[in-house]
């Protein structure tokens, strides 16, 4: 699957969920502060978004970018996923995250959505929230994460941080060399 078929997709999945939930384009625009003529485009797979249009976009119908993100062309709304899901090293949407980028490693509705991120920004940018718990491992780089009232901690290769769904939080790259994390999410139904 190349990149223009799966922006498509992912265009498709968010169209399917806004018809599911009776929603127009200028609702759906309006609960995600974000303008309707984008969300159209992204429908139709003219536009790609970044993690954090994404992030409001999945807010706004009740799911998580990275469900969003992992939705199987071949898996009809609300079928079981396969046992099995095989991403390989070339697919996979990557969408902006900040200085880097984000890609799924999993298709399907499943009950954990790993995600590799590659590069960061050197600030910090807003906060995100989802309902399902998290873990960050630390592949290569140097990151620090706020946690909010929760605290701020600096990771390094190998290191692991878990939190809570419900949790703020947010992170940055500490270091000029290159980073890589694997983000799992707790699997949130795309299809609520």
Do not use: N
């Amino acid at each position: 699957m190349d990149d223009d078929e799966a922006g498509r997709l992912l265009g498709q999945a968010i169209r399917g969920l806004r018809k599911k939930q009776a929603l127009t384009l200028v609702q759906l625009a309006g609960k995600a502060e974000l303008s309707h003529s984008f969300l159209s485009q992204l429908e139709r797979g003219l536009a790609r978004p970044s993690m954090t249009s994404l992030h409001r976009i999945a807010r706004a119908l009740g799911t998580t970018q990275q469900a969003l993100m992992a939705t199987d062309p071949a898996q009809p709304d609300g079928a079981e996923s396969s046992a099995v899901s095989l991403v390989r090293a070339s697919e996979g949407v990557p969408l902006v995250h900040g200085e880097g980028l984000a890609r799924p490693l999993v298709r399907g509705t499943r009950p954990m959505y790993p995600v590799e991120y590659t590069g960061a920004a050197r600030t910090f940018d807003e906060y995100w929230s989802h309902p399902g718990d998290e873990v960050i491992y630390v592949v290569a780089g140097r990151i620090e994460v706020d946690l909010g009232s929760s605290g701020t901690h600096a990771l390094a290769p190998g290191d692991t941080l878990y939190y809570a769904g419900g949790v703020r939080h947010r992170w940055r790259q500490l270091t000029d060399e290159p980073i890589r994390l694997v983000v799992v999410q707790e699997g949130i139904d795309p299809h609520p």
